[in-house]
């Protein structure tokens, strides 16, 4: 079934879906309190605060909907909504550390605020908007009290406004990016390994490779642009993120079929482009795995494990394709 837009929702099923994400949220607070309050006390004592004002959002939602609307909720998921906040899961919030669930906390707070703040934007009812848009100011505060945490104490002011221009800067252009450049470096390996392989002719090669590129590109920034329309998530204008991954999964696919424009009347052409091509592949396989260890706090060593590992299987079922 199509996700249907934010834009479509009516007043009833947006205060069922915000009474569900309260109600998630709290739990999910809660959760980290609770692994937290031996180690780190102060900091689950913020946490269990968080989680119970939470309680009392989704408890005063709930009373303006059974007012509003009586007392069943409709049945509408979070997943039914295209760009509606989504949560880590359960099994990957286990595996948090502390600065990851601050950072967990300020993400989620900030999507919450926006869904508050596109809400009553939208709402035409006086009291259900007034409701909004003080738990869209409760959540901002929550954002705020979220950033303060960080090895179990409350640590100096830091830069809120520089915080945020980095999260968000995440957020809109290094996830994107970063999807892109994976897809575009690994996916259009096999082709263009296989054609190289395959054909000994370089200019060959290029034409495979090039529509790979620019195919890949076109089908990635497509899919980033239609999957969030980023009003809630608050990942940016969804042609601005399109248009950084499909330019970055087209620069991942050229960057080793560039070097098949090596004239084949050269000398050894098809192994010169061949052996150039091969190291740039290494090179672009080592900046993605750089790319998520600084941004996305994936370990280093895991990183690269994952993306030269598989991208090299990539590389080497091009090869064994093309020599068949």
Not at 111 to 125: L, P
Not at 162 to 174: E, I, S
Request: aromatic share 10%.
């Amino acid at each position: 079934m199509a996700l249907r837009s934010f834009a479509e929702l009516d007043e009833r099923e947006v205060l069922a879906l915000a009474i569900s994400s309260e109600e998630e949220d709290s739990r999910i607070y809660q959760s980290f309190a609770d692994r937290l309050r031996e180690p780190y006390p102060h900091s689950a004592k913020i946490f269990d605060d968080m989680a119970e004002e939470e309680r009392g959002h989704r408890d005063q939602l709930y009373g303006l909907y059974r007012t509003k609307f009586g007392e069943h909720l409709p049945p509408i998921r979070r997943d039914d909504v295209k760009g509606f906040l989504k949560r880590r899961p359960v099994r990957l919030q286990k595996t948090l550390g502390m600065d990851d669930m601050r950072k967990e906390a300020e993400i989620m707070e900030m999507q919450a605020a926006r869904f508050y703040e596109k809400a009553a934007e939208r709402s035409r009812d006086v009291s259900v908007r007034q409701l909004l848009v003080q738990l869209a100011e409760a959540e901002r505060g929550h954002e705020k009290r979220a950033g303060e945490l960080a090895g179990g104490i409350a640590p100096e002011a830091k830069d809120e406004e520089a915080a945020t221009r980095h999260r968000m800067f995440v957020l809109q252009f290094v996830q994107p990016g970063l999807a892109g450049l994976m897809d575009g470096s690994v996916s259009t390996l096999a082709p263009i390994f296989a054609a190289a392989f395959a054909t000994h002719n370089n200019w060959s090669t290029f034409l495979v490779g090039l529509a790979a590129s620019v195919g890949a590109g076109i089908s990635m920034g497509l899919t980033e642009a239609l999957s969030d329309d980023g009003q809630i998530t608050g990942r940016g204008a969804p042609w601005i993120r399109g248009t950084v991954c499909g330019i970055m999964t087209t620069i991942g696919g050229l960057g080793h079929t560039l070097p098949y424009l090596v004239p084949d009347s050269w000398p050894n052409a098809f192994w010169i482009a061949t052996t150039i091509a091969t190291l740039i592949v290494f090179v672009e396989l080592w900046a993605i795995a750089w790319i998520r260890a600084r941004y996305m706090d994936t370990p280093f060593l895991q990183a690269v494990f994952q993306v030269v590992a598989g991208g090299v299987l990539v590389f080497l079922a091009g090869i064994f394709i093309g020599s068949a």
